[in-house]
């Protein structure tokens, strides 16, 4: 019995000695803090970092780009009181709780191309701009 008393203290002396490698450290960087029109329900991001979404009272969805600059803002239910991403994230996931449903919003996003200095044919403030690079082919 004298024996397996020591053995235990033994053991726990050693964890007690040992725990002290497994301990990390953590330190705080700089953060931001970002003013938003409506009170935050709940926050994804993409799985790629490069957005976050932000869901708030009165069914505003907030879509921040990595550096934290408000890219646009969306409208949805005002039920919606969780929301969520796909892996890829090309798809909003809106949970609504008085509805009792799941609504899946396809979103992408418009990437302005600058066409100054460039060659063109047609007028310059058509809606739709086709570039063909044929001399680099």
């Known amino acids: ?10 053991l726990t002396a050693l964890i007690f000695c040992f ?8 330190e ?37 780009d990595g550096s ?3 890219k646009d803002t969306l409208t949805v239910s005002e039920s919606v009181m969780s929301i969520g991403t796909s892996p890829k994230g090309d798809l909003l996931l809106l949970a609504d709780s008085k509805e009792n449903t799941l609504e899946v919003v396809k979103i992408s996003f418009v990437v302005d191309i600058d066409i100054a200095g460039l ?12 570039a063909v690079f044929s001399d680099y082919q």
């Open 1 to 10: 019995m004298k024996q397996v008393r020591r053995i235990g203290i033994l």
């Open 28 to 64: 705080m960087g700089q953060s931001k803090t970002f003013k938003l029109d409506a009170k935050p329900i709940d926050m994804t991001s993409s799985a790629d970092g490069k957005y976050t979404f932000i869901l708030a009272e009165g069914g505003k969805v907030f879509i921040l």
């Open 119 to 130: 060659a063109f044919k047609g007028p310059a403030d058509a809606s739709v701009v086709v």
């Open 19 to 26: 725990s002290g490698l497994v301990m990390a450290e953590v």
């Open 68 to 70: 934290g600059t408000l």
